[in-house]
């Protein structure tokens, strides 16, 4: 009897403890949920422009786009996961990078959300935004919703597209200005 008893003594302070150790790892990390937002240059490169000097210029009237990844960062289940831009272009969720498109963004996870719109003159910023839910692993809500939410900047610089003619075009003006130039200049001589 006494040999249940403190049986069941060390799987009380067992668990207790464990509840504890899992209380501060929920509290101090708990659902954290990041986005990274990403304008693409005419180049094919994705830039990580968060400020001015870090976008890409792109000519006036054509297509930009913009990639979004939203990554949970957290020890959370994440759901009602809702991506958002700060001038109305509407986000679309294209794949999960990391995933199993179970619409729970799991820790670790990597979804990546479009858009695009048209090129604006001169600098141009927006906002991709993220918000989302946490959830208990095994489904039901947590206390009952505890929301987490991320932003990120995006630049580019529209720029007016100037055509540069072709060689021929510039180079039969110049070519007769300089004939023109050293002729008369033979005929001082």
């Known amino acids: 009897m006494r040999i249940k008893k403190n049986m069941m003594i060390c799987i009380g302070i067992s668990l207790i403890f ?15 949920v990041d986005i990274e937002k990403y304008t693409l240059g005419t180049d094919g490169v994705w830039y990580d422009a ?27 289940n994440l759901e009602n996961v809702n991506v958002i831009d700060n001038q109305g272009v509407v986000p679309v969720r294209e794949i999960d990078y990391i995933g199993n498109n179970d619409n ?8 990546i959300y479009k ?24 489904g039901g809500s947590f206390a009952p919703f505890l929301p987490v939410d991320d932003s990120d900047l995006s630049h580019y ?6 055509e540069i003619p072709e060689f021929p075009t510039i180079a039969l003006p ?13 005929r001082r001589d």
């Open 50 to 76: 968060d400020t001015q000097a870090e976008g890409p210029e792109i000519p006036v009237d054509s297509t930009v786009e913009w990639r979004y990844n939203v990554t949970n960062t957290g020890i959370l």
């Open 157 to 162: 610089l529209g720029i007016e597209d100037v």
């Open 115 to 138: 858009a695009n719109g048209t090129a604006k003159l001169g600098l141009y910023e927006n906002l991709g935004l993220v918000h989302a839910e946490s959830v208990f692993p095994g």
């Open 18 to 32: 464990l509840l504890m150790v899992a209380g501060n790892a929920i509290a101090s990390t708990g659902p954290v």
């Open 104 to 111: 729970i963004l799991e820790p670790g996870e990597v979804w």
């Open 174 to 186: 110049i070519m007769a200005i300089l004939g023109l130039a050293f002729f008369f200049q033979r």
